[in-house]
């Protein structure tokens, strides 16, 4: 039977995911830090919390999908936050990117509550939201992700359970380290590709099934060659995200060399106004240094 589900988040993400999860016919509750922007998914039939312990008050399960580490703990833990009106028994889904260490603290804190915590990052972009086509991965007991996976299917179609809490965040850094790999080496790719006189389309096309394949260069290649950066995932979202694993590997003592570059390069992007362009803006870094613009139109 489903319950009554609070949603905390109504930006690029969420709105496709609330969306998807009225589609699906559950009952939603939604929380926006920007009231506004919930509008159109109360239109579709979501109810509207003005504050965070109203929606707490009515609901048993919470998806929260918010920008960083901050957020979180603000909005779970902080002044008028859902800690306060949770209960023994709920259940919070983070879907958001934060700090692995930050989620496990947290899972213990709301565990002192007898409150249960699944961190559920999600792959694959403003498109998959809205297409219901996401994949999770995901930290927790196989019990809490048993009573959540009805409403994270709604807008998922990978579901896999990581580990214990913690580890569903750590998966996503890597998805994350190899995101910004790929979108490094697509940029340099057509750089090389532009330099060189080819034709980008047909380069793209050549390459594309072949063993150089990958979501990336499907989905954001195509749009680095006709200059359309439009966001799935902004710069200063991704800078983020990379900053959380630079922050994790110094931690374990590693080497993350291909990410620190990128961190570079995005750090060049935010700071010359583009953190709203999307993450295959990337490409315009390497064009700083090359002297040479892609453009396949």
């Excluded at 009231?35 to 109810?47: F, S």
Aim: aromatic letters at 4%.
């Amino acid at each position: 039977m489903s319950e009554q589900l609070g949603f905390v988040g109504a930006g690029v993400m969420g709105r496709g995911m609330v969306r998807n999860l009225l589609a699906a016919g559950h009952a939603v509750t939604i929380w926006n830090r920007t009231a506004a922007k919930a509008g159109p998914l109360i239109e579709l039939g979501a109810e509207h919390a003005a504050f965070l312990a109203e929606l707490a008050q009515g609901c048993r399960l919470v998806m929260l999908c918010v920008s960083d580490t901050a957020a979180v703990d603000q909005i779970v833990a902080g002044p008028g936050g859902l800690l306060a009106e949770l209960s023994a028994g709920d259940l919070v889904i983070d879907l958001s990117t934060i700090s692995p260490q930050a989620t496990r603290q947290l899972a213990r804190q709301l565990a002192d509550r007898k409150i249960e915590l699944l961190d559920a990052p999600v792959s694959g972009g403003s498109e998959g939201a809205e297409a219901g086509t996401l994949s999770a991965m995901v930290g927790g007991s196989e019990g809490a992700l048993t009573r959540g996976r009805p409403y994270l299917e709604a807008f998922c179609d990978r579901i896999t359970h990581i580990g214990p809490s913690g580890h569903g965040q750590m998966a996503k850094l890597v998805n994350q380290i190899l995101v910004v790999g790929y979108a490094l080496a697509i940029g340099e790719a057509f750089i090389f590709a532009q330099a060189g006189g080819l034709d980008l389309q047909r380069t793209f096309e050549a390459v594309s099934g072949g063993a150089a394949g990958s979501w990336m260069l499907s989905n954001r290649a195509s749009q680095m060659l006709v200059r359309d950066f439009s966001p799935g995932f902004t710069v200063d979202l991704q800078l983020k995200d990379v900053r959380l694993a630079l922050e994790e590997a110094e931690r374990l003592g590693i080497p993350t060399i291909t990410t620190g570059i990128a961190e570079s390069l995005y750090r060049v992007l935010q700071r010359d106004g583009l953190g709203g362009e999307g993450n295959h803006a990337l490409v315009k870094a390497l064009e700083r240094l090359s002297g040479v613009v892609v453009d396949g139109r």
